[in-house]
C-alpha cells in the first residue's frame, strides 16, 4: 500500500504538524514503507488469537473514590503562558 | 407524501462520584475555575490515569438497570482530537469493548403508545473541560474543572418514531440514574446531554434516510422542539428536490430552527487506538451480584406497586414514581395520612404547584412529607375543607409550623355544629328576597344548580369555615320547605 502527497498532508493537518513542502515526498515514501511492513504483518495468520489492548498480562487497579489533589491551581498556573481570573488562556477558538 | 421519523439518542450522564474518573481531584459543582483541576486533567507530562472505582460500580448499576449485557471485559481507548478544553489531545472512552453491553428499556408516551428501545451499548468516558469565548483581550478562556469528570454515554438502537417518544425515552434514563442514584439529573447544569440521530424515509421503505446529528440539548421540552423543528426541515428540503447531507446541527431555543456547525465530510478522522497507560478493566460474576443486590426499587417496578398497593391510575403512579425524591415523599404521607388518593392528588396538585413556581427541588420543600400527611388528616376528619387547607398549606410553607398549630392559631376549625350553620342558612335566605322568589319560581330540577348562590353567601359569611356537606344539605331542606 502506498501513499499520496495528500494523505500525507492529510495526516499532518489531523495531527497538527506543519511539515516543510520540501519534504513532503520524503514522509510519503517512509510512511509508505511502514504501511507495507504492516501489509507483510496482515498476511500472518490470526484466526482465534485475541486482539490485545495491552501487552502487559496485567488488569487495571482501581482507585476509592476519595479526593486526594486539592486546589493547587496556583503552583500549576506558573507554567502558563497566560492566564486571567484563573483561566488559562488561549488563542481564541470558535467552532 | 406521508413521512416516518427515526430517532437514535445519544445520552451523556454525568457521574455523581466525588472524584474524576481517572484522577483524585474534586467533581463538585461550581468551584472558582481551574481549583479542581489537577495534574492528571492537564495531562502534565508524567502522570498516569488511574481508574475511579466507583465510576466503574455505577456503571455496571446502569447496564443492570436496562437489562444488559455486563462488560466483564472493558477497554478504555483514546479518541483523538485538538481543542484546548482537552489538555491531553485524546478524549479516553471506551469503543469496541464498552462496559455496558446491548439492553433496552421500555417506554409510554404521554398520548399511550409504549414502545421498547433497544440499547446499542452504554461506555464510559471522560468529560472535556469548558471554553469561554468572552473577550479576554481575543483570546479564550481555559477552565477545565469539569475535565475529566465521568460521564456514561449511552447509545440506543434508532428504535423511536416521533419526538414524543424521543422525549419520553429521555426521561425514562433520567428516572432511572437519578433513581440509582448515580446522576443528580440535573439538566440546566449539563449533569444529562442529549444528542438526537433524526432521519426521515418514506413510510413502508426500509432504508433508513440520511441522519443529521442534534448535538447538546438539555432539556426535554427542547428535544421535542429541536426533533420537531428538523423533522419538518427535512421534509420540507426533500419535498423541495433537495437531499439531507449528514452533518451536526445545533438547536437555537431562541428561533427555534437548527443550523449547521460542521459537515461530516471534514469532520475529524478520531484515530481511536486502546489506551497504554490504562489497562483491560476486568470484572466477574461476584463483583456483578453484588452490585446487583444494592440495586433500588426502580421506576418501572416502583409504577406497579404504586397502582396495585395504592390503586393510583397509570398516570398519577407515572408521575410519582419517575423522580425518586417524589416518590419517597409520596410514601411518607401516604404513611402519614393512610390516603392514598389524597395524597397523590397533593402532591402533584398544591406541592408540585408551589414547587415550581418557587423552582424549588423536592429535596428541599419547606413542607415536609409529615407537614402534608398531618394536614391532610385534618381534611379526612373534616376539620378543615378541602379550600381551606390550600390556605393552610400555603401558611406552612412560608411560615412552617404545623397543620393543627397554623388551624389553632388561624381560626380555621371547620363550623360542623349544624345549630350554628342553620342560624346563618337562616339570615342569608332573609336577605335574598329576590333570589330565593326565583329559587321558588324555578323548575325544580333547575333548583339544584340555584343553590350555588347561597352556598357562595353562607361561606363568605363563616370565611369559608362551614361544612360545605352540611350546608347543603340544610339549605336544600329550608329552601325547599318555602316551595311547598
Known sequence: MSLDRSDVERIAHLARLQIDEQDIPTY????SSILNLIDQMQQADTAGV??????????????ADVVTEPDQREKLQRVAPAVEE?????????? | MEWEVV???????????????????????????????????????GTLPVFNENALRMAVMFGLAVNAEIGKRSV????NYFYPDLPKGYQTTQLAEPIVGPGFVDIETDDGVSRRVR???????????????????????????????????????????????????????HAIVTTLGICDGNMAEGSMRCDCNVSVRPKGEEKLGTRTELKNINSFRFIERAIDTEVARQIDLIEDGGRVVQETRLYDPDKNETRSMRSKEDANDYRYFPCPDLLPVIIDDSYIEAIRATLPELPDARKARFIEQYALSDYDAGVLSSYRPQADYYEQVVGACQDAKLAANWVMGEL??????????????????????????????????????KKVFELMWSNGGTADQIIEAEGLKQVTDSGAIEKIVDEVIANATKQVEQYIAAEP????KMLGFFMGQVMKATGGKANPGAVTGILKQKLDALCS
Not at chain 2, 469565548?133 to 475535565?147: C, P, Q, T, V, Y
Not at chain 2, 465521568?150 to 438502537?157: C, G, N, R
Request: one cysteine or more.
Open chain 1, 28 to 31: 510519503t515514501e517512509n510512511l
Open chain 1, 50 to 63: 485475541e486482539p490485545l489492548a495491552n501487552p502487559l498480562d496485567a488488569v487495571q487497579r482501581l482507585r
Open chain 1, 86 to 95: 484563573g483561566l488559562f488562556l488561549v488563542p481564541k477558538v470558535i467552532e
Open chain 2, 7 to 45: 430517532i437514535g439518542l445519544e445520552i451523556h450522564v454525568q457521574l455523581s462520584t466525588t472524584t474524576k474518573i481517572f484522577s483524585g481531584a474534586s467533581t463538585a459543582f461550581g468551584a472558582a475555575p481551574n481549583t479542581q483541576a489537577c495534574a492528571v486533567d492537564l495531562a502534565l507530562p
Open chain 2, 76 to 79: 478504555f481507548e483514546r479518541k
Open chain 2, 119 to 173: 440499547l446499542h451499548h452504554a461506555h464510559l468516558e471522560e468529560d472535556a473541560g469548558k471554553s469561554l469565548h468572552e473577550d479576554f483581550h481575543g483570546m479564550s478562556g481555559i477552565d477545565l474543572n469539569r475535565a475529566g469528570t465521568p460521564l456514561v454515554e449511552i447509545v440506543s438502537e434508532p428504535d423511536m418514531r416521533s419526538s414524543k417518544e424521543a422525549a419520553a425515552y429521555a426521561r425514562k434514563i
Open chain 2, 352 to 389: 408540585a404547584k408551589l414547587l415550581n413556581q418557587n423552582d424549588t427541588d423536592i429535596k428541599v420543600s419547606p413542607v415536609s412529607a409529615e407537614q402534608l400527611g398531618g394536614l391532610l388528616l385534618r381534611i379526612q376528619d373534616n376539620t378543615i375543607s378541602g379550600n381551606i387547607a
Open chain 2, 445 to 448: 330540577e333547575k333548583r339544584g
